[in-house]
């Protein structure tokens, strides 16, 4: 296995050849005889430019898809010079294999051109496929000048797309298909799966379901997470079920499938079962059933390690304490090589500016330190003007540095560069590498096959070298409640018998978390509010409700910035923002701060003095597009979804300690012998004064 795999998961990687590949939209729709369809949008526009130019749409096909039928629809406006008479094409491929070409020009009857064409199902695998278009456009039979003229252009529409009609594999009952068929999209891009839990669940059986849906968060991160923990009494019929509890108060519905299983002793095991729905044969279900809350627990861990769950090739399995199913943790590394992030090499053709792109998300609870670089081992073709043609690298779109290239090393040249302090940095790192490909004479565009070309390879790599963030706001959230890719001892206090409404909303906000996890080895626990005790004070706390179900609310009270008024049904203005009646009683406040219980943990504050606003209000925790809209460490949100944020105080990560964290060792050396340089010239002066005074 792959040491970095959980880097592998937070890498996205883009190979650019005339400019960025955009990124795919996936749309899902309902057929006959079930039939499923799928639609791959460019998602936004693409401008051509010069004589050879294309672009790359990449999709994926799963392990549990039957593509039955492939079309492409390439829609595009063309320049108006370039004429019938003019000699321009576009040449379609799948994963490398050309299928269809058309010679395309300018038609006054038509503003929006369009091609549809059916793609060979066999050009097609398992996996990420590469869908091409490539187009070779002139508009004057003088050298090169078409590469530079503004007039020679082609867009590709947004609305460019690859419909894949496609069957599910039939799904058998062998545990290690997990998550399949859990993770089938529905028509309306709706996940065909709920997590069921008793009427009257238990905190361990909650907590259990909460894990299981972050990772189902995680398997499905590509898009935000729609499945659902509910209630068992409104358990729907039409979907695939995960059903998590106890023994003794199973429903009849569950129970009959362990009827063949004898006698068991449910206080000392877990039980997973698989099997077909009871509430529709189309559907699959699975239970894991036991009395004990701790075993439930690890059940679900089981589950969630991949490397388990894909050996139990049953419909059954019976899980004791001797069962090590905690994943096994890799350290994150701060030398990634590109194979390390899963691109063994970049390839860049053409002439004139070409370029890649590769993007890396450090764990949630990190940030970029200085010491950073950068490390590329490249070759490239001889048939360069070796006076013009260069490299340049950009991180975060800011360029750091470039290198001329030179005929002599062409096929073995290097590049090292320090990534400034000045570069604006982020958990999130980009690092664009394009190369400047000019060529002598400039006579390039008549054959592609002598268009110049330059090559990264594997080995090169990125250092980076990173913090520990030590402050809370919700430009890093879920950190610190998500850390080194894994839950972080989170203590998540709710009012007793939440609603049906009340656990949906609450499991969005965990199917989001749940994007950021790879290891299932952290600690979650559901605290019931009249539970909570001291033994939690030292776990980072969640805490969700309002003064009258949550009694913690109101002990916190004092700690809050916006606190609640005397009789707990509005809140207070600050020196930030003057709050006036109505509208401070119809609010809910986000506050992001350290415990109060333990300054090195976190409280995430959740209240609102009205239940139903503070439910509505959740939706800002649970998707990419909502989260963006919160910032600071505290959140105001009123009952039409208007937001206001603040920061009450000032980041204090320890850079000084860093800095010299990430000094080599040689320059730690020199730091501590000008120390001790110091020192000594301190007490030499100190004691000369010393001297001559006494002397005086």
Not at 146 to 156: A, H, M, P
Not at 384 to 404: A, M
């Amino acid at each position: 296995m792959n040491k970095h795999k959980c880097s592998i998961y937070a890498l996205i990687i883009l190979v650019v050849f005339t400019i960025n590949i955009g990124c795919s939209h996936l749309i899902v729709y309902a057929a006959s005889d079930n039939m499923k369809y799928k639609t791959f949008n460019l998602g936004s526009d693409i401008n051509f430019k010069g004589v050879f130019s294309s672009h790359s749409l990449y999709f994926n096909v799963d392990d549990y898809s039957v593509v039955k039928s492939l079309e492409a629809n390439v829609a595009f406006y063309i320049s108006q010079l370039i004429t019938e008479k003019q000699n321009a094409t576009i040449t379609l491929s799948v994963n490398g294999t050309p299928f269809y070409s058309a010679r395309v020009f300018y038609k006054d009857t038509e503003e929006e051109q369009n091609i549809k064409v059916t793609i060979p199902i066999a050009l097609i695998k398992t996996g990420l496929n590469e869908f091409k278009i490539e187009t070779y456009s002139r508009i004057s039979d003088k050298p090169c000048t078409d590469d530079v003229n503004n007039g020679n252009w082609i867009t590709l529409k947004s609305s460019s797309n690859i419909l894949m009609g496609f069957m599910y594999k039939e799904s058998t009952n062998n545990i290690s298909e997990f998550p399949y068929p859990f993770n089938k999209v529905n028509e309306n891009n709706k996940y065909n799966t709920v997590i069921a839990i008793p009427d009257n669940y238990k905190e361990e059986q909650l907590t259990a379901a909460l894990m299981l849906q972050s990772y189902l968060g995680e398997v499905n991160k590509g898009e935000d997470y729609n499945g659902l923990i509910v209630k068992y009494s409104s358990i729907p019929g039409d979907k695939n079920i995960i059903y998590i509890g106890g023994f003794n108060d199973l429903p009849d519905k569950i129970k009959s499938q362990y009827s063949g299983l004898g006698k068991q002793d449910y206080k000392e095991y877990a039980f997973i079962r698989k099997s077909d729905s009871p509430f529709n044969d189309n559907n699959k279900l699975i239970s894991i059933v036991s009395e004990n809350g701790n075993m439930l627990i690890n059940a679900v861990k089981l589950l969630m390690n991949k490397d388990l769950a894909t050996q139990i090739n049953t419909d059954t399995f019976k899980l004791d304490n001797g069962v090590k199913v905690d994943n096994e943790i890799k350290e994150e590394s701060s030398k990634l090589t590109f194979k390390d992030l899963g691109l063994d090499e970049m390839q860049l053709k053409g002439p004139f500016r070409q370029s890649g792109s590769i993007s890396y998300s450090l764990p949630a609870n990190r940030t970029l330190a200085s010491g950073a670089k950068i490390r590329l081992f490249m070759r490239y073709s001889q048939n360069l003007d070796f006076d013009r043609s260069l490299l340049t690298i950009y991180i975060n779109g800011i360029p750091i540095g470039s290198k001329k290239l030179d005929k002599d090393l062409a096929y073995g040249d290097q590049l090292e560069l320090n990534i400034p302090k000045d570069v604006n940095m982020s958990s999130n790192i980009d690092i664009k590498i394009a190369f400047d490909l000019e060529q002598k004479n400039s006579t390039c565009e008549f054959r592609q096959e002598e268009t110049p070309w330059a090559l990264v390879t594997g080995d090169s790599y990125i250092y980076i070298p990173s913090n520990k963030i030590d402050f809370y706001k919700f430009d890093t959230y879920p950190e610190p409640f998500v850390s080194e890719r894994q839950f972080n001892d989170i203590a998540f206090v709710v009012p007793e018998n939440l609603s049906e409404n009340e656990i949906e909303g609450i499991s969005k906000i965990f199917s989001y978390m749940g994007r950021d996890i790879c290891y299932n080895n952290g600690i979650l626990k559901v605290i019931n509010e009249k539970n909570f005790s001291d033994k939690y004070n030292n776990m980072n706390l969640i805490v969700y409700g309002t003064p009258e179900n949550n009694k913690l609310i109101k002990t916190l009270n004092s700690r809050l910035w916006f606190r609640y008024n005397d009789n707990y049904k509005s809140f207070i203005g600050t020196e930030k923002l003057y709050l006036t009646e109505p509208y401070n009683s119809n609010i809910s406040i986000f506050q992001f701060d350290e415990s109060p219980y333990d300054k090195d943990k976190a409280a995430l504050v959740l209240t609102s003095p009205n239940k139903d606003l503070l439910l509505k209000s959740l939706v800002f925790l649970s998707s990419t597009n909502q989260i963006s809209k919160l910032s600071g460490d505290c959140a105001l949100i009123d009952n039409f979804g208007n937001i206001k944020t603040f920061q009450f105080k000032k980041d204090k990560t320890n850079f000084v300690y860093n800095e010299f964290k990430n000094i080599n060792t040689n320059g730690k050396m020199f730091v501590g012998f000008m120390g001790m340089f110091l020192a000594f010239s301190i007490v030499a002066v100190a004691l000369y004064l010393y001297k001559n005074k006494k002397f005086k």
